[in-house]
């Protein structure tokens, strides 16, 4: 066990709709990175949040947003889902500064119809 | 383009030595990280560092470019996919990770 969570483990969306996506990360971290994993890919960055401010962004579009709360919980949103968002979504937190390992979650599994 | 390549299957026999080889194209990448995932699991660490390292079964090699992992007495619950990753220094954590497709491993009996 990995101290991850994740919420919900699968879901079914349909095309222009949004989605919030939940992580409980591990206690004490302040770092939590969201990737999304294709289907016969490697997980791939989406952003990542540092006590609560966006510390970094991957090659993702302004619609997939996210939000890190106090007490160990963060957020992905996706507004305006495309068939090409169906993935595993994954989130890794990690103690910056100290730890050079991120923990993952188990991902939740969206689907986009 | 920041880029991690690894072979997409490599197969093995029950109890050899099995060498699941990966290198990157990333700018600022020191670090190697070798992940297993079962589907439906959360990705696992296995091995890590920017030299060679050893944790239980798992031997990793390093080169600034390349990296190994290489499993001990593969067994057949070894089955899964292995994700190399790279990560920089000075990229803040080790969570802005550039995987690979990740590498699938048979183990015949």
């Known amino acids: 066990e990995t101290g991850v969570t994740q919420s919900p483990t699968h879901l079914i969306k349909t095309r222009g709709q949004q989605v919030t996506l939940r992580c409980s990360s591990q206690s004490g971290h302040n770092t939590v990175s969201w990737y999304q994993q294709a289907l016969g890919q490697g997980p791939q960055f989406i952003f990542q949040?540092?006590?609560?401010?966006?510390?970094g962004r991957g090659n993702f579009p302004p619609r997939f947003s996210g939000l890190q709360f106090p007490h160990d919980s963060s957020a992905l949103n996706v507004n305006a889902l495309e068939l090409d968002d169906s993935a595993l979504y994954l989130c890794?937190?990690?103690?910056?500064?100290?730890?050079?390992?991120?923990?993952f979650g188990q991902g939740t599994r969206l689907t986009v119809v | 383009k920041d880029q991690v390549f690894q072979p997409s299957t490599v197969a093995s026999s029950e109890g050899a030595v099995v060498e699941i080889f990966c290198n990157h194209s990333?700018?600022?990448?020191?670090?190697f990280f070798w992940y297993l995932h079962f589907p439906g699991c959360a990705p696992r660490l296995l091995v890590k560092g920017s030299k060679p390292s050893q944790q239980g079964r798992y031997n990793m090699t390093y080169e600034r470019f390349s990296s190994s992992l290489l499993i001990l007495q593969v067994r057949e619950a070894d089955a899964a996919v292995y994700y190399c990753a790279g990560c920089g220094i000075g990229t803040g954590t080790a969570s802005k990770l550039t995987f690979g497709t990740g590498t699938r491993l048979q183990v015949t009996l």
């Open positions: 990333v700018s600022n990448a020191y670090n």
């Open positions: 890794a937190s990690s103690q910056r500064g100290t730890s050079t390992e991120a923990f």
């Open positions: 949040y540092y006590r609560e401010e966006e510390n």
